[in-house]
C-alpha cells in the first residue's frame, strides 16, 4: 500500500540527516546518516566506480544526486541508510594519500565497518548493503560480514570487468578508431602487464592512466557471478532495461548464480536509476546531469519491499 500524504509528511518531519565517520587507514572514512526512525532497518549505499561521491555524483558529469534521492525516498517508508564516501575521496580524503592505490579488498573492509557503524547508529542487529554499479562487487565482496543482513546489486556487473569494459567500447561507433588498441590494453592488464600509454592515442589516456592501472588489474581479477555463489544470505538484484552501461544479461547471470536470490528488471530505467522513455542516447545520457528528475519510482518499491519484507540474515 503506497504511504497517504499525511504519512509522507509525519516520515519526513521525523527524519535526521548528520555525518559520521570511522576510522579508515591513515584518516577518518566519512558519510551521511539519514535517520528516519529508531531501530528501523538500514542500508549502507556503496557508490559505483570512480571519483563517485555519497550522493551519487562525480566531477566527470554526473550529477544526478542518485544516492541522496533513493535515501529520501527510502527514509519517507521507514528506511534508515548510510550513504559513504570512498576512502581516498571528499569527505574520505584522508583515509589515504592516493586514491587509486586503493583494491576491492580494501573498499569491502570500508564496507564492513560501516556496515557495523550503521548497525550501532540505528540499534539494528544487522545493516543491508546496496552496491550500485562496481560498488555491487564491493558489497558481495563483504556480503560474508556477520554486520551485514544481505545484499542488494543494482545495476552490477554480473561478469568480469574486462567484458564489461569491452561491451560499453564496442558499444559507441564513436569508439571505432579506437577499439583495437583499447581492447589490447584491456588484455594486457587482465594478464597482469602495464599499458604503455605512450602507444595509446590520447583520448584512450584517462581510462589506462599509469596511476589508475593497479586498480584496473585488481578489478579485473573478479568474477560477480562467482561471489554471489557463495552468498548465503537474502539478495535482491535490480536492473533498468534502459541501462547503456550494465545490462540485462549481467542481472541474468547474477540471478544465475544464486536459486535464492530475487531478481526485479524495471522497463524504462537506466543506469543512474532515472526513467527514460526511448532507446535515444543522448537524451539517456542527458539524465546523469540532472538531479531535478526523481528517482524511478520502481527502483524505491523494489528496494524498500525487499528491506522491509526479506528476514535478515546474519
Known sequence: MAMSMTGLLAAAAMTEERVVEVPGPAGPLQGTLL????KAPVVVIVPGSGPTDRDGNNPLGVAASTYRLLAQALAARGINSLRIDKRGMF???HAIADPNKVTIGEYADDVRAWARKARAESGTDCA???GHSEGGLVALT?????SICGLILVATPGRRFGDVLREQLRSNAANAPLLEPALDAISTLEAGGSVDVGKLDPALLPLFAPAVQGYLRDVMAYDPAKLLGGIDKPVLIVQGARDIQVTSADADRLKGASA???LVLLADVNHVLKVVA??????NLATYANAALPIAPGVVDAVGAFILQAPAKR
Open 35 to 38: 535517520l528516519a526512525q529508531a
Open 91 to 93: 569527505g574520505s580524503r
Open 128 to 130: 543491508w548493503v546496496l
Open 142 to 146: 563483504a556480503g560474508d560480514d556477520k
Open 260 to 262: 535464492h536470490a530475487q
Open 278 to 283: 526511448t532507446d535515444d542516447r543522448a537524451a
